[in-house]
């Protein structure tokens, strides 16, 4: 009941003229900003400190939060429309989400992202109002070991869950572990495969990565087969109103909240952002789908368009931003790169965020969370009518389209380290990107991989180095054992249903050649 109090004067605060004008400056921004592929909320956010100097800290602080949203709803834009996601928290969307634009399904495709975006942080801002406490309480039980075996967890499931062949992914994931590496190493200081070269020294963002493998991958892919499929020459047209049918809702509305589900808890946990729930929740919902139609006899969508496959992600990683701002506010933890940001802003104005924030400066925490609130609605408001103007993108034709991501591709990545090297790495991985297009190895593992390997790595070595090399460590607390058994069963139940499908195609392969003879 205090909360409710504390969280109604927050309202008072929150609705004034002046901070829901700061509130809809933010939410446009980042929206604009999300769009712009290789940028993110956490560069709005950055560029921002030094214009808010002067603002009062509420205010600064709602523009913040609004950018922090808006930038969720805008980069999964381009994700869908044309297979480059403006941050990395979109990857997972633009697997079903471009399918989907390719079959005329953009509109419903952007409204699926939007009303899901909005769910997950009305659903996470609701947790973090009213559940802190026990936010602050699961967050405490992660140490190293922890953070390593979650990162195990989440690359075994990448690896498996995006491709047919759990042999491909793991190809994948190797691939991505090796980019990871390069540079220097922060505890020994070697050179590890830059091969003599300065400008790999400190190693390959993930800007010039995902923006080389999924954008730059992706022309060289349309271009290497533009004479060979005709098809491809004609533009897809998005076609249709950005409202769900009735079917459509059905199949959505129990996605975004297993989505929500998985996000929630990831926010509070420092694990590189929303990847790892944005993939496990596309996951969850991929073996679902496989296994209704399995039951049903009906073909699955899900490498085609299935709209389940931009609804959980959608949700998961708006709900991982949510409950990470009550890990940032609650514990002065930063989960994200955003949330990282924002605690320098907290410190540029003499605060420090943790379990006192709430009773030394509890106004601006409460207005601050019910600015969460509205910015969404906001943000809702005005992404869901855009849907159908966002996908007249589709209407450009593909020549000036794809020269059009290239440009910005280029432009992207070098607004994000000004180098000339990266234009070079764009392209290499460009290449790289066609390649593994032309051998069917997926993309996602590399890219979780190169967001989460050095993580997994620092964790390792220092919960090696805090017990002497014991490592034993790793399987010390319940939590980590707990992922670890879960590991072993997945991977014991790929294998006995890759075996079991390999048995029915057999079957089916054999069974004409055995009617054939009494026919």
């Known amino acids: 009941m205090e909360a409710l109090d504390s969280l109604l004067v927050g309202f008072s605060h929150a609705l004034t003229p002046t901070n829901l004008l700061w509130a809809l400056i933010g939410v446009v921004l980042g929206t604009a900003v999300g769009v712009l592929p290789g940028l993110g909320s956490a560069m709005a956010v950055a560029l921002l400190l030094p214009v808010t100097f002067q603002l009062d800290p509420t205010g600064a602080f709602i523009m913040f939060a609004g950018v922090y949203y808006g930038g969720l709803f805008g980069d999964s834009t381009t994700s869908i429309l044309i297979n480059t996601p403006g941050n990395s928290s979109a990857i997972a969307t633009a697997i079903e989400g471009y399918k989907m634009s390719l079959r005329g399904r953009a509109p419903q495709a952007l409204a699926t992202s939007a009303i899901g975006a909005f769910l997950g942080a009305i659903i996470s801002t609701a947790l973090i109002a009213f559940f802190t406490p026990t936010i602050i309480e699961v967050a405490l039980q992660f140490g190293p070991a922890e953070y390593f075996a979650l990162a195990m967890f989440a690359f075994l499931a990448t690896s498996a869950v995006v491709s047919t062949s759990l042999i491909r992914g793991l190809v994948s994931l190797a691939i991505g572990l090796t980019i990871a590496m390069v540079g220097i190493d922060q505890q020994s200081g070697a050179e590890r495969f830059t091969l003599g070269i300065p400008e790999l020294f400190e190693g390959i963002s993930v800007v010039t990565v995902t923006v080389g493998l999924l954008a730059f991958g992706e022309v060289l892919h349309v271009a290497a087969r533009i004479h060979r499929d005709p098809a491809r020459k004609d533009t897809v047209r998005g076609t249709g109103r950005p409202w769900l049918s009735r079917a459509d809702v059905r199949r959505t509305f129990?996605?975004?909240l297993r989505g929500a589900g998985f996000g929630i808890p990831f926010g509070v946990i420092p694990v590189g952002g929303s990847e790892i729930p944005t993939f496990l929740a596309y996951g969850n919902e991929k073996r679902m789908a496989k296994r209704r139609a399995a039951r049903k006899g009906t073909p699955d969508e899900f490498g085609s368009g299935a709209i389940?496959?931009?609804?959980a992600p959608e949700a998961a990683a708006s709900a991982?931003?949510?409950?990470?701002?009550?890990?940032?506010?609650?514990?002065?933890?930063?989960?994200?790169?955003?949330?990282?940001?924002?605690?320098?802003?907290?410190?540029?104005?003499g605060m420090q965020p943790g379990p006192l924030l709430f009773e030394r400066n509890g106004e601006l925490v409460w207005a601050l969370l019910a600015s969460l609130f509205i910015g969404s609605v906001m943000l809702l408001i005005l992404n869901l009518p855009f849907a159908p103007l966002w996908a007249k993108l589709l209407l450009i034709p593909k020549n000036y389209l794809y020269a059009g991501i290239t440009v910005f591709a280029a432009l992207g990545v070098y607004a994000a380290s000004s180098s000339v090297a990266d234009l070079v790495l764009l392209l290499l991985l460009g290449l790289l990107g066609l390649m593994m297009r032309r051998y069917e190895i997926p993309l996602a593992p590399v890219l979780i991989a190169v967001i989460l390997g050095p993580l997994a790595e620092t964790n390792l070595r220092r919960a090696l180095t805090e017990n002497q090399g014991d490592p034993s460590v790793l399987v010390a607390s319940g939590i980590s054992i707990g992922l670890y058994v879960v590991i072993v069963l997945a991977v014991g139940f790929m294998a006995v249903s890759r075996i079991r499908e390999r048995r029915m195609e057999r079957r089916a392969a054999e069974a004409p050649a055995d009617a054939e003879p009494r026919g």
């Open 308 to 311: 389940e496959g931009v609804a």
């Open 320 to 349: 991982t931003a949510g409950t990470a701002m009550g890990a940032l506010l609650g514990l002065g933890l930063p989960t994200s790169a955003t949330a990282a940001i924002m605690l320098a802003a907290f410190q540029q104005y």
């Open 254 to 256: 129990p996605a975004w």
